[in-house]
């Protein structure tokens, strides 16, 4: 009778979660492009730098997110990372965000990422964003802390509200777009698809 020999198996491949700081240590420009980094519970996701378009609405966000800012209720804050959580690291790059004054001063960690959690986040949603990605950061977002997600949309012109209730509200090119965290601030919905 022969015995058969069974191959040893191979070692478990220990991967290393990264920090905060990790990310904050690596390189935006690569030889082949800028490149931006989130870190999704200790594991590095990479993504290109976004479009123009994108750029124009995310600015067009943040000049009337600045209004709310000097109208006195709280601070605006264009792209930023934010640490919605430790141990694993979770970082996201919000195209924007808005702290009521309440949360002010806002906490910072020594690399300068957010720890404040904002209460209004603001996504841009690209071709690549699918209704359920959205949903799924939209709820990432709220166990974090944000009361609002909005997400703007190129495509359709409009402007959705996600709350921390789970409602939606839908703002159509027509509409003017108001969120009850920012009492007395408006704007209409076009205003933030102008250019492009």
Do not use: C
């Amino acid at each position: 009778m022969s015995a058969t020999l069974t191959p040893p198996r191979p070692a478990p491949v220990s991967t290393r979660l990264l920090t905060a700081a990790d990310l904050a240590a690596l390189p935006t420009s690569l030889p082949s492009g800028d490149v931006r980094y989130e870190l999704d519970d200790g594991v590095l996701v990479t993504m290109p730098p976004p479009g123009d378009i994108h750029a124009v609405r995310q600015a067009s966000v943040i000049y009337h997110l600045f209004s709310a800012q000097l109208a006195g209720l709280g601070e605006a804050r264009g792209e930023v990372g934010i640490v919605l959580r430790r141990d694993p690291d979770r970082v996201v790059g919000a195209d924007a965000a808005f702290i009521l004054t309440a949360s002010l001063p806002v906490r910072r960690t020594p690399e300068g990422w957010l720890e404040t959690i904002p209460e209004i986040v603001i996504e841009i949603r690209s071709k690549n964003d699918t209704r359920p990605g959205i949903v799924n950061k939209a709820d990432e977002y709220f166990r974090a802390g944000v009361q609002e997600v909005w997400v703007l949309d190129s495509d359709a012109t409009a402007m959705e509200l996600h709350a921390a209730d789970g409602s939606v509200r839908m703002f159509r090119a027509a509409d003017t777009f108001a969120s009850d965290r920012l009492p007395g601030w408006s704007v209409a919905v076009t205003q933030f698809f102008v250019g492009g």
